[in-house]
């Protein structure tokens, strides 16, 4: 018989889990408290569900070739950055190809989730959800937790003297849906991330003025990179990440910050990482031409707020604020769980490799969604998912949970003697997490046999960027059409663009000319690397980084 499954949450990470679990023959039931399925990527004009949607103006920050489903590629004539739309309707494309809508029952809330008497031997959970006022129990072999982390606003209001003085109106993010309303008013926006900036950019248009608020500064990158190619698809490459992984951080971080002022000065804007602060990096075309303009200005972090005023730690001090938007993020939130799981799962140092809580006897509990990468969430959620349904059939064996627990309380009293630096808030390396999934599901690509038996496939997954389906070449849930996906994803990325064909035009070099041409010596430079990086290393350290691809920017 079928383990059943309970699965939820039917967003991007719950169709990732219920189309594993159905990979691995196990039966899934999931529960979505919406009426559609998309999570945060369905919108709507409100928030008054209390779900986090998308804004309307909102475009991915990753190319489409970089964010799909491993075994579903997105239509060739998708552009390759898409607004909330489009990507809604490449999620009800996924779930009607595989036929995941009958397995999801809408307008349900899990009220609870708990161990039944017999976990020990079992790993079952009892489950309790309502429908429409009408409460339902039911008996699970495993659970997997896909609600992501947009749940509870962040706003940390007792942070701000004076915020309750303060006459005008404030609002967090997750109310945030058009520019409609803030015509003609000056308004401040909190927070300097990928949603800070779209936002501020978006009012920029409509209000009279944008002042956006940052303690620490970031850098700003382009969706677009030379040449005009999406970006993710030059920086996430293996063999740049190869390059990162042995070259001094010195060195690494000076090409880094180099490449990243090439296109503008970010002291000169403002921008700049405050000194002793962790670098970021967010997203967005416009905000440099937004500062340029004025219609935006960047302000350091606040100090108070007076009735109609801000503060500011500089001193400085901005008059008539109508409106202040605070862009502050989320904290993580399980309330169908019982202590102490409910906030050992909020601690990702206490999941192992942010999937599995350590401290369960039976390995039938698994949280997917919950990472943030320097690359596509949705590649990440769904190796967890494949990983995790294996893991519950037995075909993939984790660790027992005394020495996962012992590990992690380890850890917990290293950071909090400052013995050891807290990263459960860093981004993970997009590739080096993959990788690591993929290995304990036998999954990741065996670069040097791919060289001996497909030179050409090898090429595209060592040097061209690392797609998801690359983790579909081999082992279990091996897809037949995983090596022509990536043979053509550069087609894909550049149908969309080819909208307008004048005869005898001049064609430019395609991305695979260039790599004939250069393919031998990087390729030997590669192996050298590989085999002699240590005394490479020792012997030419100030040449390697005039020679190190430009690239390498975005890869920590």
Known sequence: MAKRVAVIGAGVSGLSSIKCCLDEDLEPICFER??????????????????TRVYKSLVTNVCKEMSCYSDFPFQEDYPNFMNQEKFWNY?????????????????????????????????????????????????????????????????????????????????HSQEYKIPAGFQGKRVLVIGLGNTGADIAVELSRTAAQVLLSTRTGTW???????????????????????????????????????????????????????????????????????????????????????????????????????????????????????????TLCTKKIFLYKLVFPSNLEKTTLAMIGFIHLTGSILAGTELQARWATRVFKGLCKIPPSQKLMAEAMKKEQLIERG???DASTDKLDYISYLDDLASFIGVKPNIPLLFIKDPRLAWEVFFGPCTPYQYRLMGPGKWDGARNAILTQWDRTLKPLKTRTIPGSFKPASMSHYLKAWGVPILLASLLLIYKSSIFLKLVPEKLQDRISPYLVSIR
């Open 419 to 421: 013995l050891m630096k």
């Open 91 to 171: 999620l009800q494309e996924f779930a009607e190809y595989f036929d995941l809508l009958k397995y999801i029952r809408f307008k349900t809330t899990v009220r609870s989730i708990t161990k039944r008497p017999d976990f020990s031997e079992t790993g079952q959970w009892d489950v309790v959800t309502e429908t429409e006022g009408r409460q339902d129990r039911a008996v699970f072999d495993a659970v997997m937790v896909s609600t992501g982390h947009f749940l509870n606003p962040h706003l940390p209001l007792e942070s701000f003297p004076g915020i309750h003085k303060f006459k005008g109106q404030i609002l």
């Open 220 to 342: 700003v990158i382009n969706r677009s990179s030379d040449g005009g190619y999406p970006f993710n698809m030059m920086v996430l490459r293996r063999h740049h990440n190869f390059i990162a992984q042995v070259l001094p951080s010195c060195i690494l971080k000076w090409i880094q910050e180099r490449r990243l002022n090439k296109r503008f000065d970010h002291v000169n804007y403002g921008l700049n990482i405050t000194k002793g602060k962790k670098p970021k990096r967010i997203v967005n075309d416009e905000l440099p031409t937004c500062i340029l303009c004025g219609t935006v200005t960047i302000k350091t972090s606040l100090k108070e707020f007076t009735e109609t005023s801000a503060v500011f730690e500089d001193g400085t001090v901005e008059e008539n604020i109508d409106a202040v938007i605070f862009t502050t993020g989320y904290t993580y939130s399980f309330p169908f769980f019982e202590e102490p799981l409910k």
């Open 34 to 51: 919406s009426s559609d399925i998309g999570g945060l990527w369905k919108f709507t004009e409100t928030s008054k569900d209390g779900m």
